[in-house]
């Protein structure tokens, strides 16, 4: 079921209801409309990608599959993106702020935390964890 949160985005502005859903890394990724059509354009508009940014954009917008909640905010995820996600019984739901993500629980639960702070830093992000 869908958060209720982002239920009320897709409805809200006079939406459909409808998100996109697709792999990114080892995970599903939720979007909505307006920031899949803006993601998706600025990939189509890089003429001569490398290898991997080529596989990278044919999977993430190749799988990519508009989603329609029902009334009571269930969807069902194409197996193409159950299979691709590895997802098995027990998945997790994992809110990031304007989307959301869908792990395979023993997938999610084997993310290891490690210390980024100089990634963030060099990016410019000066936040203190």
């Known amino acids: 079921m869908l958060p209720a949160e982002y239920r009320e985005a897709l409805s809200s502005e006079g939406g459909t209801g409808a998100f996109w859903l697709t792999i990114h890394r080892d995970c599903?990724?939720?979007c909505l409309p307006h920031d899949w059509e803006e993601i998706t354009e600025q990939l189509n508009r890089i003429s001569h990608?490398?290898?991997?940014?080529f596989n990278f954009k044919t999977k993430f917008i190749g799988?990519?599959?508009?989603?329609?909640?029902?009334?009571?905010?269930?969807?069902?995820i194409p197996q193409s993106l159950v299979r691709v996600a590895g997802l098995q019984k027990?998945?997790?739901l994992?809110?990031?702020?304007?989307?959301?993500q869908i792990w395979d629980q023993g997938r999610f639960d084997a993310l290891a935390q490690?210390?980024?702070?100089?990634?963030?830093?060099a990016a410019g992000v000066t936040i203190s964890l």
Do not use: C, K
């Open 49 to 53: 990608p490398s290898r991997q940014l």
């Open 90 to 92: 027990d998945v997790m």
């Open 28 to 30: 599903l990724i939720a």
């Open 63 to 76: 799988l990519g599959e508009p989603l329609v909640p029902d009334t009571q905010g269930r969807v069902r």
């Open 114 to 121: 490690e210390d980024v702070s100089a990634e963030l830093a």
């Open 94 to 100: 994992v809110g990031m702020h304007s989307n959301f």
